[in-house]
């Protein structure tokens, strides 16, 4: 078997001694891979912590506000309906940070449209606590500004979507 490899040998078997110096151009290009490989390879480390403590912090709200059910009874249902949607509205807006987490994970890229739902649901949950406070009519509507702005660039950046498929007209 082995004698049918001396004049023909395959490609893992062949060596090549004549490897000639990398010139200047190619030693950056090679500097640039290796140092872009490592970035790649911290982000994802990080990255990978960063998702652990999402879902370490999430675990605990929803422990937090199961626990925190057993006091509803004691208080007026004005109270008890306020603690458990603050901390419901809190918990989506950890979700939506851990799915922009993943999307980096599977895309390489985050998507405008994850943060700018991230950014919404916080929003939103600020504009419940208005619900339960007096606050000045100038502050709301600077919250109303921000979260009409944030639907017109969620619409935008539906619409001028790179990925989006251009349809015939």
């Known amino acids: 078997m082995f004698y049918r490899y001396l004049n023909n040998p395959p490609k893992f078997m062949k060596v090549n001694f004549n490897v000639m110096p990398l010139n200047p151009a190619e030693l ?3 500097i640039g891979n290796i140092s872009s490989r490592l970035f790649e ?5 990080i990255l990978s912590l960063l998702i652990v403590t999402i879902l370490i912090a999430m675990v605990w709200a929803i422990i937090k506000t199961l626990t925190g059910l057993q006091g509803i009874f004691s208080k007026d249902i004005h109270e008890a309906l306020k603690v458990v949607m603050l901390n419901s509205l809190t918990i989506l807006a950890l979700l939506e940070v851990f799915r922009t987490a993943l ?5 390489g890229r985050v998507k405008v449209t994850y943060i700018i739902d991230t950014v919404l649901v916080v929003i939103l949950t600020e504009v419940m606590v208005f619900w339960f406070k007096e606050i000045e009519y100038s502050r709301i509507l600077m919250v109303i500004a921000l979260v009409l702005s944030l639907v017109v660039a969620r619409i935008l950046v539906i619409r001028f979507s790179p990925t989006r498929r251009e349809e015939p007209r």
Not at 41 to 45: K, Q, S
Not at 103 to 107: D, N, Q, R
Request: charged share 25%; proline share 0%.
């Open 28 to 30: 950056v290009r090679n």
């Open 41 to 45: 390879g911290l982000v994802r480390i």
């Open 103 to 107: 999307a980096y994970f599977s895309e």
